[in-house]
């Protein structure tokens, strides 16, 4: 099994920066890749971006590309997402994910709210 705990979430004003951290425990040699989703009042829950563990590459929704950066440490089991020029768009409820190597398994964290505010 694999937890996910997030961090980083708040209030910013439009403009400014965030960085959501989400640190992986348990069967942590399982996972293939780790992202971030997120959902907005009314809206569905879409993809963000992603990065394998492997070979460290990346994915990103189009409205963040530039904007939003993924990474990762290896030796900490914890993916980032740095937020910046943040929009009033961006308000959502981000979600931690990871995939297991086989792409049988999903794992969610509990999700952290970020807010802009104008």
């Known amino acids: 099994q694999v937890q996910l705990v997030e961090s980083g979430g708040g209030l910013v004003q439009a403009g400014g920066s965030l960085r959501l951290s989400c640190a992986a425990s348990?069967?942590?040699?399982?996972?293939?890749?780790m992202g971030w989703f997120r959902q907005a009042p009314g809206k569905e829950r879409e993809f963000v971006a992603d990065?394998?563990?492997?070979?460290?590459?990346?994915d990103y929704l189009d409205s963040v590309k530039g904007r939003f950066t993924i990474s990762r440490d290896n030796a900490k089991n914890t993916v980032y997402l740095q937020m910046n020029s943040l929009k009033l768009e961006d308000t959502a409820v981000y979600y931690c994910?990871?995939?297991?190597?086989?792409?049988?398994?999903?794992?969610w964290g509990q999700g952290t709210q970020v807010t802009v505010s104008s």
């Open positions: 994910a990871a995939r297991s190597l086989q792409g049988s398994t999903d794992y």
């Open positions: 348990g069967r942590t040699s399982s996972l293939y890749s």
């Open positions: 990065i394998t563990w492997s070979f460290g590459s990346t």
